[in-house]
Nanobody
Framework: QVQLVESGGGSVQAGGSLRLSCAAS????????MAWFRQAPGKGREGVAV???????SYADSVVGRFTISQDNGKNTLYLQMNSLKPEDTAKYYC???????????????????WGQGTQVTVSS
């Protein structure tokens, strides 16, 4: 079992920055990949970025060049640095983790078994 707790959400104007954190606890040594997802009101949950335990990265096209995913293995913490934020980035952001070593690049909701409770990000124009 893995427990995930997100923090760092808030309200910001367009063009601003936020840094999200996700603290992992429990069976963290078995985690192979972690990711950030987001869900806007009335929409489905979509993948934002994923990082594997070897440092391999993948991003959704909509955030390339603006968002950076990273992890601090010593602190069991995942980060998402979000720059040049746009109103369309407004959503609840979720941290996810999984033990599966296949398709590390996947940003499919069904490929992640552990989820945090989410943190709200609101970007105003």
């Amino acid at each position: 079992q893995v427990q995930l707790v997100e923090s760092g959400g808030g309200s910001v104007q367009a063009g601003g920055s936020l840094r999200l954190s996700c603290a992992a606890s429990g069976n963290t040594h078995s985690i192979f990949r972690m990711a950030w997802f987001r869900q806007a009101p009335g929409k489905g949950r979509e993948g934002v970025a994923v990082i594997a335990s070897d440092g391999s990265l993948s991003y959704a096209d909509s955030v390339v060049g603006r968002f950076t995913i990273s992890q601090d293995n010593g602190k069991n913490t995942l980060y998402l640095q979000m720059n040049s934020l746009k109103p369309e980035d407004t959503a609840k952001y979720y941290c996810a983790a999984d033990f599966n070593r296949r398709a590390w690049w996947s940003l499919s909701v069904s490929d992640f078994g552990y989820w945090g409770q989410g943190t709200q990000v609101t970007v105003s124009s």
